[in-house]
Every structure is written in C-alpha cells, then in structure tokens.
C-alpha cells in the first residue's frame, strides 16, 4: 500500500501535550503530525486532523531539529524507507496518549483553512493501519464526514470547542452522481446516523472511492477542471516537491526476488 505522508506542522501545542514533552525535546524544533493519505487530491478539504484518543503516540526523530508524532509501528516501517536522516535508527523522544494532543492547532499543507485545523478525537482510528493519524476531509470521506458531525454533537463530552469541528467543508471535487461533496451525500443516502455505522460507512468509502476518482473533476487548487485521475499524481508531486509530504509504503507481505 503505498500512502502519501502529510506533514502537519505543530503551531500550538494542547496543554496536556507540552505538559508530557517538557524537557524531553529541544526547543525550536519543528513538531509534525503525519497522518497517511491514499487521496493527496483531496488535501484542500483538510478541517481537522484526527487521532484516536486511546492509541499512544511517539515523538520520533526525523532529522536534526524535525520530529514526527505516529505509531511506533509506523516508525519501525518508515526506518527503512529512507525517510529518517539515520537510516535504520529509532529515536523516540517521547510517548503521548492521543487524547493529549486533542485540540492542538496544526498547519494543513493545501487546506482552505490557513491558519491551521485542529487535532480531534476520532475512536475508529486504527493502530494498525498507516501512521494511526488521520488527515479529515468530511466533503469527501464518508467517516470523516460521520465523525465531525458526531463531535460536533457531543462537543461537551469529547472535551472540545464545538467551532473546532463545525468548520465548513469545502467542495473540493465534483462528481456527477453525487455532487460536489460526495461523503455528505452518501451519508444522508444511506442513512448513516453515527461513526458507529460500520457497515454502512464502509459502503459509503466503496462508493465515494469510485466515484472520486474514477468520475471526479477537481473544482479547486492548481489542477482545477482536471480529473481526479491525472491531478491525484501532480498534487502529490507538488507536496512532495514542497517538502510537505513523503511516500511512506505499508509493507503487506515481503516478496523477495533473488533474480531481480
Ligand atoms: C484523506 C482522505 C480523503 C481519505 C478522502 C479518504 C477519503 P483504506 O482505503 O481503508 O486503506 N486512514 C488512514 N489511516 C487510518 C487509520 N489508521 N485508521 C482509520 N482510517 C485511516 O483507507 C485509507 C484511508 O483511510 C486514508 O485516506 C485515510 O483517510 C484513512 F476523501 O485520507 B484518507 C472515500 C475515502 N475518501
């Protein structure tokens, strides 16, 4: 599986984070979020980045003065990709539960939203999947769209500013069957009334899939009036090219060819 890792920037930290990274990294250096991404294109629709509260996190070293937040098994993976400046090195600076970072304010890379989005909770987050943070983009992510609406119901319980989750989504893709923002579409069209709407949700990201990205025309950004097709490669160029983001590859099962 090969994902494009976004590099989210760290603006302000939530209390309870800089509570538990006191003294355990330099200051002055650059903090990322790094949630993996199949849908690059998509990036202009960023309104939060999620992580899932009970997951702990790692502050891992990158390079001098960089340090990415994810899973420890996404670093173990992205140790021999070439994407640590000491290859094949594991430096953890710290650990932190997901729900400290709740609330931290981080840079978007393409986002409408240029002062930054925030970190929110999201339960179905999977440790085992990608780097365990999740870019949201609720105009066309069916679960996205599900978990935003749900946070921003229950804003009290989840410990968070109910604006944090009611930013607008911009359309950001039209496709002919379901409009410019699929994900919202495909869940008032199934009925999907919760995050917990597993088997529903799971049709509607089916749907939403196919749809993007085999009709999808882009409706913003450098690539607008392009098929989602051609642009998906160009945009992820761009960030890449940018420093914004990387490829990081999910090792499925390792094939190993002697002849090459
Ligand atoms: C932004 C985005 C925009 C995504 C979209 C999807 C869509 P898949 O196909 O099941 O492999 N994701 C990544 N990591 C995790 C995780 N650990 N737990 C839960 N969700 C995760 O799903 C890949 C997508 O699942 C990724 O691409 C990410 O959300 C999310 F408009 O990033 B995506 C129709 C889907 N649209």
């Known amino acids: 599986q090969e994902y494009t890792a976004l590099k989210l920037r760290v603006l302000e930290w939530a209390p309870k984070a800089a509570e538990a990274l006191k003294g355990k990294i330099p200051e002055g250096a650059n903090f990322y979020l790094v949630p993996a991404t199949l849908r690059p294109e998509t990036m202009y629709g960023q309104t939060c980045c999620f992580v899932g509260p009970k997951i702990t996190y790692g502050v891992f070293k990158a390079a001098d003065n960089e340090y990415y937040v994810m899973t420890d098994r996404a670093a173990r993976n992205m140790a021999y990709q070439g994407i640590f400046s000491n290859e094949g090195v594991i430096e953890k600076a710290a650990e932190i539960l997901g729900s400290d970072f709740v609330g931290s304010l981080v840079n978007a890379p393409l986002s409408v939203y240029k002062d930054g989005v925030r970190v929110l909770p999201m339960e179905t987050v999977l440790p085992t999947k990608g780097t365990g943070v999740v870019t949201s983009v609720p105009s066309d992510s ?71 990205y085999y009709q999808g025309t882009m409706i913003i950004g450098d690539f607008k009036g392009e098929k989602v097709e051609t642009a998906k490669p160009k945009v992820r160029k761009q960030l890449i090219d940018a420093g914004e983001a990387f490829a990081y590859s999910e090792p499925e099962r390792k094939v190993v060819s002697r002849s090459g």
């Open 142 to 212: 069916p679960d996205d769209c599900a978990t935003v609406a749900d946070l921003a119901k229950k804003a009290d319980y989840y410990g968070i500013q109910k604006e944090w989750a009611e930013l607008e989504a911009p359309a950001i893709i039209h496709t002919p069957s379901y409009g410019d923002r699929c994900a919202p579409f495909l869940v008032k069209k199934l009925k999907i009334a919760s995050p917990k709407d597993t088997k529903q949700l799971e049709e509607a990201k089916e749907l939403a899939y196919k749809e993007g």
